[in-house]
């Protein structure tokens, strides 16, 4: 018998095998008198089975790591608008506020900014550091309501942190102490496929 033929006998063997195991689970089951106790002994036979099988969307989450993908179609002009969001998994703030990063499309415009969830006052300068790399100190723009951050260059910043998998960011708010930031970005260059789309670059 050549190589082929003895890959083919052994697939068949561990077919027959199982096959044999799945018949005597299901004839220990009908032996079961009580009609309850008889369907949780089926229930925890399939479940047996569908443990070895992994859905699709686990994939996918795995992929796109801790990231929350959203989108949204503006019913004016059909165009696409995608939000990618991340909270921090671990952040030194005095009040608690959960601190979210967040990269956006909206009308053709790409976004990255961080959501500090409290007054900065004029405090444009946010401590940033990607992965194992020094930390750097940049300007960004704050929002209307001075309580988010935005970088003056997402795309470009956008892809320097899809090459890591680590986002520490660090501000001073107005006469408080520092807040410190840390994002695992794990998945992001993933995440970011609908994004670019939308956006196109």
């Not at 989108?71 to 601190?99: A, F, G, Y």
Request: positive net charge.
């Amino acid at each position: 018998m050549n190589f082929l033929g003895w890959c083919s006998a052994l697939i068949m063997l561990s077919f027959n095998a199982l096959a044999v195991e799945s018949n005597k689970e299901i004839a220990s089951c009908t032996l079961v008198e009580n009609e309850l106790a008889r369907l949780s002994c089926y229930d925890a036979m399939a479940q047996g089975y569908q443990s070895n099988v992994v859905p699709k969307k686990v994939f996918e989450s795995q992929r796109t790591g801790k990231w929350t993908i959203s989108e949204k179609i503006n019913p004016i002009d059909d165009t696409k608008s995608v939000t990618l969001k991340l909270d921090t998994i671990s952040h030194q703030d005095p009040w608690h506020r959960r601190v979210n990063f967040v990269a956006r499309c909206l009308g053709n415009k790409t976004e990255a900014y961080i959501m500090w969830r409290t007054y900065l006052g004029v405090e444009n300068s946010v401590l940033t550091r990607i992965g194992t790399e020094p930390a750097m100190r940049t300007q960004w723009r704050q929002s209307s309501d001075h309580r988010a951050t935005y970088h003056t260059q997402p795309i470009s910043f956008l892809k320097h942190i899809a090459k890591s998998n680590r986002l520490v960011a660090q501000i001073t708010p107005y006469n408080k102490d520092p807040i410190t930031a840390i994002f695992d970005t794990s998945g992001l260059n993933h995440a970011l496929t609908t994004l670019r789309e939308s956006c196109r670059w």
